[in-house]
């Protein structure tokens, strides 16, 4: 909760005038506890599990030939009895592991000094820090994710994961519950390291979602603002992995290229670019 109540008292407590966007946080928080706060966090995941990836399963499910070009493997698709049946579990899985999760780690996060009060953070610091969170994650989840296809850890843990060797979005958190545990571990180093305000949290918390639900999605549409981004590995990059299934040694970070790159692990996928680029050329001077 707040410490102040109205616009009068945080004014004269920040010693400025409040921003709009404080203004507006002001209003709907004021008289909210730290936790009811925190907590909305499952709100948030529920509406990502759910809502965010219906439009690429629609265009999956329904085959829409129009957005057939951009399938990443063209001509197969998932039926809408997978469809339901990997959302249920899901769901399952939200509602067993990560929700009460989620309930049970707010002392941690008080612990760790994140704030729900005025000011909020300014662009430049909610970027900053959204950067190291991506960047720590990505790499833990690196050599997790490695583990993870080694014999033991693919056979009784990460196959399930595979089931889908063409992903689709709900499939991005289709996973065994020690998978869920155990890779909620790098997102969590992060904020523990750079903890800052709730907004900031609530943003990681969804961008890391909805960035795996895009590279899970089975699609890679060229206007994707995330073609932008630097070292950013995309849907194209993480299906080969699928593609591969359980044997891939290959493509293992979860949001950037730079790890794959260092230690070696995406030979497999730049083999096979080089292919295929060879094979649009000739095909390109044939129809010369």
Known sequence: ?????????AQAALGRPLTFLETLWLQHTANRSDYFLYCLNIVYL?????????????????????????KLQPGVHTTISDALRCYKSVIWSFCTVVGPLQLLSYPMVKMLGFRTSLPLPSCGEIVSQLAV???????????????????????????????FTAPMS????????????????PSFVGPALVPGHMVTLWLWIALRHIEAME?????????????????????????YHHFVGGKSQSNFASVFTYCDYLYGTDKGYRYQKSLMKVKSSL???LSL
Do not use: Q
């Not at 909760?1 to 008292?9: F, G, I, Q, R, W």
């Not at 990505?138 to 994961?161: A, P, T, V």
């Not at 890679?220 to 981004?229: G, L, Y």
């Open 46 to 70: 529920f509406v990502n599990f759910t809502v965010l990836p219906l439009p690429t399963v629609i265009l999956d499910v329904l085959k829409v030939r129009a957005f057939e070009r951009f």
């Open 1 to 9: 909760m707040l410490p102040y109540s109205t616009a009068a008292e």
């Open 133 to 163: 969170y991506f960047l720590i994650e990505d790499y833990g989840n690196y050599w997790i994710h490695r583990w993870l296809h080694c014999g033991w850890g693919y056979k009784n843990i990460h196959y399930l994961h595979h089931e």
């Open 215 to 239: 590279t899970h999605s089975g699609y890679d549409f060229p206007w994707s603002f995330t073609k932008f981004i630097p070292f950013y590995g995309g849907a194209e990059y993480h299906d």
């Open 283 to 285: 095909s390109l001077s």
């Open 170 to 185: 709900f499939a991005a958190p289709y996973a065994h519950w020690a998978e869920i545990l155990v890779l909620g571990i």
